[in-house]
């Protein structure tokens, strides 16, 4: 390994322990990622440090947290020492642009960071709000608006030109009316809070589905037809601040609580599918674990100033 290697390697490791000190900022996050994206070196060094991280996380929630408590009453320069050397054990591999970030040949026109939220006037009536880790590409010339990654609430006022949003697989034109649309890998999900909207599949050359205020759809390459459902109302909670669950399996609620923090929160397998009710400030992340293990009798470990959190049975 040379030393430009190894210079590069050190980078990453103060950008995984500064992210473990405290969550970064938009202008940090920004940062960070102008510095993945300075060469293919900073791209696979970062792949590394995510491979540590994964691989620490693999393991039982006991050892893994012995594992980063060990280091910690060193100094900032012997923890940087100690990630360094564990990711000179990890193979680099070679990843282009895209893989870190999906669809990549668009460039967002706004973008938020792990537990930020921002609302954008696109035009006079037409109104975004962004989620936790989100990113949008907006043509104002098309009145186009492509989500890349996230999740959207998205509003038209009653009268304005329709607008159109595209996710991987669904195609929405909001005529009017009040829109949230969520992406996960394989679905993008659409619930209309308010007025109307038609969709189509990306995949299939299908006749546009109406979807109503009170209705969402999931739609996926397979999606033929589109089929409406009741909407499930606590799906825009996050837009007040809140995360609502209703008899949710608590592996599901740490993975949604998870979008607002910066860091890994560990779950120990037998307590997966024990169901959970509740409504939780998002923007307080601290907060929704204490008030989870006072209503549930949960033990909650953090390490690394909160980086690293395991959720045991007491």
Known sequence: MTDVDQH?????????????????????????????????????????????????????????FDTLNRPAQLNRRAIMSTISASMIGIPIISLGLASLHSDSHWLPSFQT??????????????????????????????????????????????????IELLGKSAQVRLIEGKLLLRQSPYTDLVAQMEGYSQIFSSQFNQPATTLIANQQARITRTSNPIQPMQLQRTLSAWETGMLVADAMPLRNFVEELGRYRQGVIQLAPELEQKFISGSYPILDTDLSLKMLAATYSLSIKQRWNGYWVVVNPV
């Open 8 to 64: 590069i390697i050190a980078e990453a490791a103060e950008w995984l322990v500064r992210m473990q000190s405290h969550p970064l900022n938009v202008d940090e996050a920004a940062e960070h990622q102008r510095w993945c994206e300075s060469s293919p070196l900073h791209q696979q060094a970062w792949v590394s440090a995510a491979q540590l991280l994964n691989r620490l996380q693999g393991l039982p929630a006991n050892i893994a």
């Open 113 to 162: 960071a792990t537990g930020q939220q921002t609302r954008i006037v696109l035009t006079e009536g037409t109104h975004l709000l962004l989620n936790t880790r989100s990113s949008v590409y907006w043509n104002p010339e098309l009145r186009q608006l492509r989500l890349l990654d996230g999740e959207l609430l998205l509003q038209n006022k009653k009268g304005n030109t329709p």
